[in-house]
């Protein structure tokens, strides 16, 4: 029951991050639309770890099935990309739902850069669907590249348009920060959801360690250049809502690399040493899921806070 849902839990998580952001940063932002954001990036970071469990990143051995999952995973995050592009344009053009024109929408989707995007990444999530539904449904030993490919793109295309896209290797920086992020928590996720057995679980924590590791050093270097060139200065840490939620996020981040301290020292040993049940290994897992999703929640509102 648990292994069933805890990914609801951890979807709560999330939203409750951009409550908390709101909470913040009232009335400079977020936008309604993290909602559906910080859902979407979460499906997107899992999509992308289950794929990746089937490369060489993971012993032959151990590597679970996943096209399965990934096929419902890949496409619930399809159904929210689609909700935000219909936001967007509606956003955009500042009508509601009902009252926006086919053709309004038509040249949102192919003369507004977002518009553009957005398509892109319904095309990439709708691709990663099928591809894993066809896997899946032919039971097929197929190679997960094409899902890890096409998650990448539909993960980066949305934010590299933000404000960093404005500074030199802005769009390069915001890409590797969005791609670590969806590392340390899909893979994760995408463990808690796969793996039932515990010598699966002894092979795979170690590799996940190492990633996670890089994760964090790249999201601690690409996060401060992102914060020092929007935020501008200390004072604005306090006096902003942006400034106020990129505090609660260090103040995030920081929580959660002590507590993936304490699990390395604990639970990773007793893992690898065969000495977890995998249930409690799942446990495990799921409630740093949660965790992290709640830091996503702070950062999907960051991405729409003025």
Known sequence: MFRRWWALVAGASGVAGVGAAWLLAHPDGPDPS????????CLGATTLGLALLRTELFTARNRPPIFRT????AGAWTVAEVALVVAAATETFGSDIGALPAS?????LTGITVGQLGVVTVLCTTAACLYCLYAYRTDSDLAAVPVVVAAVVALVARPITGHMSQQLFGSLFIAVHTIAAAV???????????LRARGAWASALPVYSRLAWWSVWILVVSGTVNAAVKVGGFGALIDSGYGRIVLAKTVALILLVLL??????GWLVAA??????AEASTVHAALH???LAAAFG?????????
């Open 70 to 73: 990934a096929a419902i995973v």
């Open 289 to 291: 899921v949660c965790l």
């Open 184 to 194: 340390w928590l899909g893979v994760l996720a995408a463990m808690a959801l796969t």
């Open 104 to 108: 309004a929408f038509g040249s949102y």
């Open 298 to 306: 702070l950062a999907a509102a960051l991405a729409t806070t003025a």
């Open 34 to 41: 993290s909602v559906l954001r910080v859902l979407a990036d």
């Open 260 to 265: 993936a301290r304490k699990l390395r020292a």
């Open 272 to 277: 690898t040493a065969h000495r977890t049940r």
